[in-house]
């Protein structure tokens, strides 16, 4: 009999995957507003993504509502240990997400609703990043229950892996507007790919070196003989898909470096299912020990394997309507 | 406080927000697809006017219901993790099905309707609505079919590890005893809820200007959904009520202020007040056995009051008793409104009766109170479970700090209050303007030959 449990951490991996490929685009043009120029600029950064923003940031239920739906015990001891980031990143979310109407709604105030944006999308960012920092350094359990204090996610790690996050999401967000627009702003866009594209790969290498430092289980995952062979690919392919990068950079291609960005990302997220894997709560709880009963999970997965290709299918069909560059007129 | 009563303060004020969105954007997602389609069959350039000013509406509540609903999802978790925990198994799978099935059906499909217009073509714009449309009814569908498992449960078993676990049946899970009512009634209450808003704000340009079309059409539209939509809504909350009288006495013992038991038949309390630790109402205002009557349809039939049921397992009466009179009043005064209008088309003084007009600009908000009292009616109703008899609140809650639970909560009412603030202040706005000849798009700016022509279009450039 195939393994369900293992099929439904493929399927949540799967929607923090498309969420991150998505959403992540979309939270980076945010946190690099600030620095577009108010008029045309920022105009065009939101009209990029203002018709698909609302689709992308419902992966991010998915993953929660199938967090709770298939491992309701991580759900359950998850979200109270993070429960000053989770609280935050709502809060943030509803900014940056009513900002997308309101600033067209209010000309008056829109430097207001701009900057609830940044804000919005900077402190998501971070807040998720830091999710993914405190849960690599582990939580207290006891029971059922997470067991620890309510400010025990903050650490110089969790600060790391939230800044990281941060970077990363501002390159995925620069080679968007690289596909996307043309012109000065396509320029500009250029120059923080650049930029991003170096300070990625650098949190990318601290947040590793740290992640080896913080238990022996990751360490011997890693370094131990002869797996090492085979985990090492992976900071080997990170250098490469770099090189090819900074290569579409300097070559002015457009969609490329979006692609080479949203590559880093991937093998990024084949590190951590490397360093997690089989557990959902690292070093605490295993998969097969959250996992909701079997009736729960055949259920689930006919409406997932009957769904997921129809939902794939009409995002495409409306990324596709939105093919091509934009301007700020754009859609509005 | 307590940190559990924090805990549900902040659901309350949370969930109650929330709601007020989705029962606006239910109906008008419809009622943008029937516009639509009115359009595409008739040609008439007074629909397209009108989808484009309600448009500009539905957007901005539509975005103010997404990142409301986001927080529900979590919520959850970081207040309610033994109760996630506990009953995850069993409405996890419902909410999963509500993300798949509804809301990456509307979010989907939303960037098309809101800006596809000029790209896809009519019959495809068309489509786009209708699919909002189907997802926002859809999403009604699962979350109460969750809800009315708590209230109601069936279907279900206990696990050794305390979990609630599915039994052999997921239709005994979804089509629970309230299941069917609670659809009926909410969905109903939510086409109720846009039809005032819309009658209130054609009625509000009417009283200014009785010949403009677009303010005689969604009056005229709104005020038959009134007439005839009210009165099955009276019935299907009877229905629900009695429904509840079935599964969950308790509630309906609360709701009717009914501290004693009758056996010869039990009176209706018009108004009282309830005194829970004396356990009486007192100042009641009574029909003699009348409530048996409704309930039983015998007035000498025996009611159980709350001097069967411990303290303990009490619902907080006041709030219960209250709420429900401000529902039903309020839909009496609807369904009032509502066989007003017809008498007054009848008369052909529809577009013209200033009383009528003044009378649904006051009722325009009362679909949103009805709702919100509804709900505090049913979710108040079932305390103190958080699954019906099974799970109580108080052994729902996360394990946290008060502090934390009081500064969540405190960021929420400030966030809140100033995001949504600014919301409704921006909807307001919108509704004040007259709807025009020549509606523009959505960031304001007027669209080029549309409006009343022989081809009219939805948006600029598309007129043939």
Redesign the interface.
């Known amino acids: 009999m195939m393994d369900l449990t293992v099929i439904w951490a493929g399927i949540i991996g799967f929607a923090v995957v498309a969420y991150v490929v998505m959403d992540g685009f979309d939270l980076g043009i945010g946190i690099l507003f600030g620095q577009l120029e108010v008029g045309s600029e920022r105009d065009t950064a939101m009209n990029s993504i203002a018709p698909v923003w609302d689709g992308n940031e419902t992966w991010l239920i998915m993953g929660g509502g199938g967090l709770l739906a298939a491992f309701p015990l991580a759900y359950a001891i998850i979200l109270p240990a993070l429960y000053a980031p989770m609280i935050a990143m709502l809060l943030a979310l509803v900014l940056r997400g009513v900002a997308f109407e309101f600033r067209w709604r209010d000309p008056r105030h829109r430097a207001g609703w701009d900057c609830a944006f940044t804000a919005g999308s900077v402190v998501a960012a971070l807040a998720q990043g830091i999710t993914l920092g405190a849960l690599l350094q582990g939580i207290a359990v006891s029971g059922r229950a997470y067991a620890g204090g309510w400010w025990d996610w903050l650490t110089p790690f969790s600060l790391l892996t939230g800044v990281g996050l941060v970077v990363g999401y501002a390159l995925l967000g620069a080679c968007w507007l690289i596909w996307k627009t043309h012109g000065e702003l396509q320029d500009r866009a250029f120059a923080f790919a650049r930029l991003g594209g170096f300070a990625l790969l650098a949190v990318i290498a601290a947040v590793s070196l740290a992640t080896l430092g913080l238990e022996g289980h990751y360490y011997r995952r890693w370094l131990a003989f002869p797996g090492v062979l085979a985990t090492a690919q992976v900071p080997l392919a990170t250098l490469v898909v770099t090189v090819l990068f900074y290569r579409a950079l300097r070559l002015r291609r457009e969609v490329q470096p979006f692609a080479w960005a949203l590559a880093l990302f991937g093998l990024s997220i084949v590190g951590l299912g490397i360093s997690i894997w089989p557990d959902v709560i690292p070093g605490r709880v295993t998969i097969w020990e959250a996992a909701a009963p079997y009736r729960s999970q055949v259920f689930m997965l006919v409406g997932a394997v009957v769904m997921v290709p129809v939902i794939l299918a009409y995002t495409a069909w409306a990324y596709w309507v939105f093919r091509g560059k934009v301007d700020s007129q754009g859609y509005h | 406080m307590s940190v559990l009563d924090l805990a549900r303060a902040q659901f309350a004020f949370t969930v109650s927000f929330h709601f007020l969105l989705p029962a606006f954007t239910i109906g008008l997602a419809s009622y943008l697809a029937v516009l639509e389609a009115l359009w595409l069959r008739t040609g008439r350039g007074v629909y397209a006017n009108l989808y484009r000013y309600w448009v500009k509406i539905f957007?901005?509540v539509f975005?103010?219901g997404?990142?409301?609903?986001?927080?529900m999802?979590?919520?959850?978790?970081?207040n309610w993790?033994?109760f996630?925990?506990?009953?995850?198994?069993?409405i996890?799978?419902l909410?999963?099905?509500?993300?798949?099935?509804a809301?990456?059906?509307?979010?989907?499909?939303?960037?098309?309707m809101?800006?596809?217009i000029g790209?896809?073509g009519r019959g495809l714009h068309f489509l786009a609505t209708c699919?909002v449309a189907v997802g926002t009814t859809l999403s009604a569908f699962w979350i109460l079919a969750a809800n009315s498992w708590m209230q109601t449960p069936t279907g279900y078993e206990i696990?050794a590890?305390?979990?609630f676990?599915?039994?052999?049946s997921?239709l005994a899970i979804i089509f629970t005893a309230s299941f069917p009512y609670r659809l009926a009634h909410t969905v109903i209450a939510a086409f109720l809820t846009t039809a005032f808003a819309v009658g209130g704000v054609g009625a509000w340009h009417l009283l200014r200007d009785r010949d403009n079309p677009g303010a005689r059409t969604m009056f005229s539209m709104a005020m038959w959904m009134a007439a005839l939509v009210a009165p099955v809504q009276i019935v299907a909350g009877d229905l629900h009520g009695l429904n509840t009288l079935e599964h969950q006495p308790v509630k309906v013992m609360a709701m009717e202020g009914h501290f004693q038991s009758h056996p010869h038949g039990a009176p209706l309390a018009l108004f009282g007040w309830p005194d829970q630790q004396a356990q009486q109402l007192r100042y009641a205002v009574e029909i003699p056995k009348a409530s048996s009557l409704i309930l039983r349809h015998d007035p000498d039939a025996p009611l159980a009051g709350l001097d069967t049921v411990p303290l303990a397992d009490q619902p907080p009466v006041g709030i219960v008793f209250w709420a429900f009179r401000v529902m039903v009043g309020l839909g009496f005064a609807m369904a009032g409104l509502g066989l007003w209008s017809l008498v007054a088309r009848m008369r052909g003084r529809l577009h013209d009766s200033a009383s009528l007009h003044r009378t649904a600009v006051a009722m325009g908000p009362a679909g949103f109170v009805a709702v919100l009292a509804g709900w505090a009616v049913t979710e108040t109703g079932r305390q103190p479970f958080t699954v019906y008899g099974l799970l109580r609140t108080a052994d729902s809650a996360?394990?946290?700090?008060a502090?934390?639970v009081g500064v969540?909560l405190a960021?929420?009412v400030v966030?809140?209050l100033a995001?949504f603030g600014?919301?409704i202040w921006?909807v307001l706005?919108?509704m004040a303007k007259p709807p025009e000849a020549h509606e523009g798009?959505?960031?304001?700016?007027p669209i080029r030959s549309a409006g009343i022509t022989p081809a009219p279009a939805l948006a600029g450039g598309d007129a043939a």
């Open positions: 957007a901005v975005a103010m997404v990142v409301s609903g986001l927080v999802s979590y919520q959850f978790g970081t993790s033994v996630s925990d506990k009953v995850g198994p069993v996890g799978p909410m999963a099905y509500e993300v798949l099935t809301f990456f059906l509307e979010a989907g499909f939303l960037g098309v809101l800006f596809g790209k896809v699919a696990a590890n305390g979990q676990t599915p039994g052999p997921w996360s394990p946290l700090a502090p934390a969540s960021a929420f966030v809140y995001v600014a919301g921006y706005q919108l798009g959505l960031d304001g700016t």
